[in-house]
């Protein structure tokens, strides 16, 4: 194994605090792996990391060398993929909404592998909080406000998504139509968590054009999945507020109707997030500009 490779390596370990995680995700053998943390070590002289039965953990010098490493495999993959022809290639893993990704990034999924052959994609649904390097992840898509478990890491904005405030018709024939804002406090909504946060995610209305009000009506029903929140209201047991091309097919069948449509809902913003204390390899950023052209297109459209 050379010297870049090794640094791989250990970047890598660092990166999931595990030596079986990082060889699973280099598909090396854990022999392999150890033996190449061990080169190091012994080339510089220094003990790169920490060893316990439970966790593997970068020493002061280990910190130090990993965004060495970083930065110098940053500036490899940069040089090679300049020279003519050479595209960007190995595993990129994300993580994103399941219904973002269905509606977003799949339908154009095999024209972006086709274009870039050397790239293969994890594509994960965990959409909770989660520590980005640890998990192994190299960039993930947030959909709503950002919490301070994202402040570590750097934010690009790739959309705001149009929203409303939906009903079923047999919502509608018990607890009526709601004329105003005011009116919520007499409806219930199906109460949505947000992946970051531990309360219902409130109702956001513009008002004046721009400020926004916070409402959180009482809920008899609370879920954490996008789809069950639709279906919950399909049911007629809340209102939802939800972007709107998530319900269109309901719209359309009559299924679920606008209510409110007098007090424009906030849009929904849509980031992308990745490391700070990593820079991006060409691999990474081909597969983000790919995010961000693809929410472009479709929310354009």
């Known amino acids: 194994m050379d010297r870049f490779d090794a640094m791989r390596v250990f970047t890598r370990i660092v990166e999931r605090a595990s030596f079986t995680k990082a060889a699973d995700d280099l598909g090396l053998p854990r022999s392999s792996v150890t033996d190449a943390v061990k080169g190091l070590e012994a080339r510089l002289g220094v003990r790169l990391l920490a060893r316990t039965t439970r966790q593997v953990a970068p020493t002061l010098d280990g910190q130090a060398y990993y965004r060495r490493c970083v930065a110098l495999i ?29 509606h977003f990034l799949l339908p154009d999924l095999p024209r ?12 994960a649904e965990v959409h909770q909080a989660l520590d980005m390097l640890r998990e192994g992840f190299d960039c993930i ?6 919490t301070d478990t994202h402040t570590p890491l ?3 904005k790739l959309a705001e998504l149009k929203c409303g405030a939906f009903a ?20 219930r909504i199906i109460g949505l968590f947000a ?6 995610s409130p109702f956001v209305f513009l008002e004046s054009g721009s400020a926004e009000r916070e409402i959180t009506p009482p809920s008899v029903v609370t879920v954490t999945g996008a789809e069950t929140n639709v279906a919950c209201a399909c049911l007629g047991l809340g209102l939802i507020q939800v972007p709107r091309y998530r319900v269109a097919p309901e719209l359309a069948a009559g299924t679920l109707v606008e209510v409110l449509a007098d007090y424009p809902s906030a849009p929904l913003p849509v980031h992308v997030l ?7 390899s060409p691999r990474v950023r081909v597969v983000i500009e790919w995010m961000a052209e693809r929410f472009r297109i479709v929310t354009d459209g």
Do not use: N
């Open 195 to 200: 992946p970051d946060a531990a309360i219902v």
């Open 154 to 156: 750097i934010r690009r």
């Open 141 to 146: 898509l947030r959909a709503g406000r950002l």
């Open 112 to 123: 972006f592998l086709d274009t870039y052959p050397g790239i293969s994609l994890h594509i």
């Open 74 to 102: 940053a500036d490899l993959e940069d040089s090679e993929s300049a020279f003519a022809g050479k595209k960007p290639s190995g595993l990129v893993r994300i993580d994103v909404h399941g219904t973002q990704a269905r």
């Open 274 to 280: 990745y490391s700070h204390a990593r820079q991006l």
């Open 168 to 187: 079923s018709p047999s919502y509608i024939a018990r607890f009526g139509v709601p004329r105003t804002l005011d009116d919520l406090d007499k409806h």
